[in-house]
């Protein structure tokens, strides 16, 4: 079986619309959609990890590489899968452990991308076919593609934006000075440095960059379905986390837990394996993707250590819903906080133990806040709404919070990020 990994940066759940995503749409429908699907951390990095590992992330900020974890990509490389991975971001490079198991790594340092902070639609398509082609004549492929385009700066193609702006023509000088707002927002996490219509066009052009973002993923797999034709091919297709536009006073990813930051999108798709016209909405975590891939390859893994659980069952129809997780997770923490992004102090938390974690079941969230009042939210058709705090939350919040602070790993003092190329590449991204 070949496995394709298609993850894209920043996709929030409520993105997966027709007039947006009409393949995703479309194969969401026609696959196996999961609906209540949840990041295990806010941002790139820890999730990622867990996403890799099927390790909690809570040891994201003391140490955000991967080196020495058991991944999927070296178990699937032991079983002699031939492995390829195609992206830009900066979090998940060769400098963090992600080339680990992977024979072919393309994570664009070194690289010259034409003056774009990161790999755009077609040169990212392009890479990808590239890639694609050169695995033709192997056997078992894992491959992996991150798409990056939206992430911010938003950069969508002229003809999507003409889709969200029908009365404006195409200005690169709009579109920059836009971001650079957005940048300068996400710099002082205020975004009343944004006026009301500026914050709304920013979103647009978030919205634009997922109609190009579906159409990369529709050639993506049409091309791997070509090339691999007449063999076994499973593609998932998830995002790492959401992104969020001031719904609850945040800009961009990381810190906090809302929905429009930690619900995303996944979908397994197979036409050969069965997997198709279901929606299912158990609750289920990123945390679960590590052996769900290693179950369906048919490896024997030593299952307890992963924290992840298979999600092979509820894919072949065998659990009622409900049943998978009873509560999911997110969580951002570390010992010595250095902010991913130029901060307000008062919000940055600079030098101090920092965590937060949210915990939320079919209905019900609660956002544990170190450093600010937590939250007790009811969740109706994606929109939260403070109630009363719950007892059953209050304890599960407390236990998760020992656990979290038992972990020798939280206790790790944070990652210096040492090499000036990744730090340039976090800038244009509009970290650090
Ligand atoms: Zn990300």
Same mark, same amino acid.
């Given at each position: =079986?070949?496995?394709?990994?298609?993850?894209?940066?920043?996709?929030?759940?409520? =993105?997966?619309?027709?007039?947006?995503?009409?393949?995703?749409?479309?194969?969401?429908?026609?696959?196996?959609?999961?609906?209540?699907? #949840?990041?295990?951390?806010? *941002?790139?990095?820890?999730?990622?990890?867990?996403? #890799?590992?099927?390790?909690?992330?809570?040891?994201?900020?003391?140490?955000? !590489?991967?080196?020495?974890?058991?991944?999927?990509?070296?178990?699937?490389?032991? %079983?002699?899968?031939?492995?390829?991975?195609?992206?830009?971001?900066? *979090?998940?490079?060769?400098?963090?452990?992600?080339?680990?198991?992977?024979?072919?790594?393309?994570?664009?340092?070194?690289?010259?991308?034409?003056?774009?902070?990161?790999?755009?639609?077609?040169?990212?398509?392009?890479?990808?076919?590239?890639? @694609?082609?050169?695995?033709?004549?192997?056997?078992?492929?894992?491959?992996?593609?991150?798409? =990056?385009?939206?992430?911010?700066?938003?950069?969508?193609? %002229?003809?999507?934006?003409?889709?969200?702006?029908?009365?404006?023509?195409?200005?690169?000088?709009?579109?920059?000075?836009?971001?650079?707002?957005?940048?300068?927002?996400?710099?002082?996490?205020?975004?009343? @440095?944004?006026?009301?219509?500026?914050?709304?066009?920013?979103?647009?052009?978030?919205?634009?960059?997922?109609?190009?973002?579906?159409?990369?993923?529709?050639?993506?797999?049409?091309?791997?379905?070509?090339?691999?034709?007449?063999?076994? !091919?499973?593609?998932?297709?998830?995002?790492?986390?959401?992104?969020?536009?001031?719904?609850?006073?945040?800009?961009?990813?990381?810190?906090?837990?809302?929905?429009?930051?930690?619900?995303?999108?996944?979908?397994?798709?197979?036409?050969?394996?069965?997997?198709?016209?279901?929606?299912?909405?158990?609750?289920?975590?990123?945390?679960?993707?590590?052996?769900?891939?290693?179950?369906?390859?048919?490896?024997?893994?030593?299952?307890?250590?992963?924290?992840?659980?298979?999600?092979?069952?509820?894919?072949?129809?065998?659990?009622? *819903?409900?049943?998978?997780?009873? #509560?999911?997770?997110?969580? %951002?923490?570390?010992?010595?906080?250095?902010?991913?992004?130029?901060?307000?102090?008062?919000?940055?938390?600079?030098?101090? %133990?920092?965590?937060?974690?949210?915990?939320?079941?079919?209905?019900?969230?609660?956002?544990?806040?170190? @450093?600010?009042?937590?939250? =007790?939210?009811?969740?109706?058709?994606?929109?939260?709404?403070?109630?009363?705090?719950?007892?059953?939350?209050?304890?599960?919040?407390?236990?998760?919070?020992?656990?979290?602070?038992?972990?020798?790993?939280?206790?790790?003092?944070?990652?210096?990020?040492?090499?000036?190329?990744?730090?340039?590449?976090?800038?244009?991204?509009?970290?650090?």
């Amino acid at each position: =079986m070949n496995i394709f990994l298609f993850t894209i940066d920043c996709l929030r759940y409520d =993105m997966v619309r027709h007039e947006l995503m009409p393949f995703l749409t479309k194969l969401g429908r026609e696959a196996v959609f999961f609906q209540n699907a #949840f990041a295990p951390a806010p *941002w790139t990095a820890p999730s990622f990890k867990s996403i #890799f590992t099927g390790q909690e992330p809570f040891d994201q900020g003391g140490k955000m !590489n991967i080196y020495g974890y058991e991944t999927i990509t070296k178990v699937l490389k032991k %079983e002699g899968y031939a492995t390829y991975a195609v992206h830009s971001n900066p *979090w998940l490079t060769r400098k963090f452990g992600y080339e680990e198991g992977f024979d072919v790594f393309f994570d664009s340092l070194g690289e010259d991308l034409d003056g774009q902070p990161y790999l755009r639609t077609k040169a990212f398509l392009q890479k990808c076919t590239d890639s @694609l082609d050169a695995a033709k004549d192997k056997q078992k492929v894992f491959f992996w593609a991150h798409s =990056m385009d939206l992430h911010d700066p938003f950069l969508p193609s %002229e003809q999507s934006f003409k889709k969200l702006f029908p009365d404006e023509n195409y200005d690169f000088v709009r579109v920059n000075d836009l971001n650079k707002k957005y940048s300068k927002g996400l710099e002082f996490q205020d975004p009343s @440095l944004l006026e009301s219509k500026e914050l709304g066009d920013i979103k647009k052009l978030y919205e634009a960059s997922a109609i190009d973002v579906d159409f990369i993923l529709q050639e993506f797999i049409k091309r791997a379905e070509e090339i691999f034709t007449g063999q076994e !091919n499973l593609f998932i297709i998830l995002a790492d986390h959401g992104e969020q536009f001031a719904e609850h006073g945040g800009l961009a990813h990381g810190l906090y837990h809302y929905e429009e930051l930690i619900h995303v999108p996944l979908i397994f798709y197979s036409k050969d394996l069965g997997l198709k016209n279901r929606a299912i909405r158990d609750l289920v975590s990123l945390l679960d993707i590590f052996p769900t891939i290693a179950e369906l390859a048919g490896l024997q893994l030593a299952w307890q250590s992963l924290k992840g659980k298979s999600l092979s069952k509820l894919l072949k129809g065998k659990f009622s *819903w409900r049943k998978h997780r009873k #509560f999911v997770v997110s969580q %951002e923490g570390r010992k010595d906080y250095t902010g991913i992004t130029k901060q307000n102090p008062e919000q940055a938390h600079l030098g101090k %133990e920092f965590l937060s974690f949210s915990v939320r079941d079919q209905r019900h969230k609660f956002i544990y806040k170190e @450093l600010g009042a937590s939250e =007790m939210l009811k969740i109706k058709q994606g929109i939260e709404y403070p109630v009363k705090q719950q007892k059953k939350f209050l304890k599960l919040a407390s236990n998760i919070k020992e656990e979290i602070r038992k972990s020798p790993d939280f206790k790790e003092t944070s990652n210096a990020v040492d090499s000036a190329e990744i730090k340039q590449k976090l800038q244009d991204l509009g970290y650090m």
